[in-house]
C-alpha cells in the first residue's frame, strides 16, 4: 500500500486552500473585502498568487467561498439538539456580540453592502443568505410552537440585521441584547 | 456699487462645490465609497482635482459633507409639523423604498461598513449620526406620548437599521413596510 501522489498534492493543496480561506475571515472581517486586496491576502496566508488561482478563479470566489463557511457556521449554530428552537434562536443574538473587537456583524450584510450592485454574483450570494436565515428561523419559530410561524421568522430576521448593523457601526453589543429582548417579546407573544 | 471680486470667486467655488457634493451622492450610493475614486468623482462632477482639493483636503472630506448632507434630509423629514409626532416617526420607513432602484437603504450605515474601522474618522460620523437618530426617534415617541421613550427610540432605530439594510441586500421594500407595521405596535403598546 502506498499514498498516491494524487493524494499529496491534493492534501497539500487543501492546506493552502484553507489557508487562504482562514486568511480571508480575518482580513475581509476586520478590514473589509474591497480594502483587500489579491496581494494583501497571498501575503498574509503565506501563498503565491499562483496557488490562490489555483484554488480560485477571482477574488469574487474567494468571497462567495468565505460566505459559504460563514453560512455554515449560522446553520451549525441553529440546529436544535440540546437547546429548546426558542433557546436556539435566541442565541443567534448572543453570537452578535461574541468575537474579538472591533464587533463586525454580519458579513452577509456587510459584503451585500461592499459589493452594492444587486447584479454582482457576491450581492446576490449575500441576499440569498439573507432569505435563508429568513426561512430557518421562521422554522424554527414553527418548532417553538409560534403561531404565523414564517412571518415572526421574517421578524426576527429583521431585528437580526438591524442589531448586527449596530453592533457593528456602534461596536457596541447592547443593540444585540435589546434586539434579543424584542424578539423573545414577539416569540412568546406569538405562542400560547 | 460694484460686486466684489471676492463674492464672485465665492459664488463660482459655491458651484463646483454644489456639484461636488450632488455626485458624491449619486456615485457613494450608487455604487458605493470606496468603488468610486477621487478621480472619477472629479471627472463625473466636472471639476478638476485642484479645484476638488480647493474645497476638500480629502476624499474623507468630501465622504463627511455627504453624510452631513444625508444627515440634514433625515433631520428636516424628522421635524413633526403638519404631521403628527407618530405619523413622523412611521414615515422615516416609508422612504426607505423610496427613490430609484437598486435600493440603496441608510448611507449611514453603509459608510460605516465600508469604512470599517471603528477608529476611521468616517465611521465614527456615521457612528455618531446613528446615535442621534435614536435620539430623535426618542423624542419624538415622547411627544407622541409613549412611556420609556427613550428606549422606544433606540427600539425603533434598531428596526429601522434592520430594514434599512434588507432594503438594500434584497432591493425589496417589503421589509421597511414590515418594521413599520412592528414599529407602530410598539409605538401603539408604549401610548395610553
Redesign the interface.
Known amino acids: 500500500m502506498s499514498i498516491s501522489t494524487d493524494g499529496l498534492e491534493r492534501r497539500g493543496g487543501r492546506g493552502a486552500r484553507v489557508r487562504i480561506l482562514a486568511t480571508a475571515h480575518e482580513l475581509f472581517r ?3 473585502i ?2 483587500t486586496g489579491v496581494a494583501e491576502l497571498c501575503e498574509a496566508a503565506h501563498v503565491s498568487k499562483r496557488t490562490l488561482y489555483q484554488h480560485f478563479s477571482s477574488k469574487d470566489d474567494v468571497v462567495i467561498a468565505y460566505l459559504g463557511e460563514c453560512e455554515g457556521d449560522r446553520r451549525a449554530r441553529l440546529v436544535s439538539g440540546e437547546l429548546s428552537p426558542r433557546a436556539v434562536l435566541l442565541e443567534l443574538f448572543d453570537a452578535l456580540g461574541d468575537g474579538p473587537r ?1 464587533l ?3 458579513p ?3 459584503a ?7 447584479s454582482h454574483r457576491v ?1 446576490r450570494v ?2 440569498a443568505a ?2 435563508r436565515l429568513a426561512t430557518r428561523l421562521g422554522e424554527l419559530a414553527f418548532e417553538a410552537g409560534a403561531r404565523d410561524a414564517e412571518r415572526l421568522g ?2 426576527v ?10 453592533t ?4 457596541d453589543p447592547a ?1 444585540a441584547a ?2 434579543r429582548t ?1 424578539a423573545a417579546a414577539l416569540l412568546d407573544d406569538a405562542i400560547e
Chains 1, 2 share one sequence.
Open positions: 476586520g478590514r473589509g474591497n480594502a472591533p463586525r456583524g454580519d452577509f450584510a456587510a451585500a453592502v461592499e459589493l452594492a450592485d444587486p450581492h449575500a441576499a439573507g432569505g421574517r421578524r430576521a429583521l431585528l437580526y440585521e438591524g442589531a448586527a448593523v449596530q457593528l457601526v456602534a461596536d443593540a435589546e434586539a424584542m
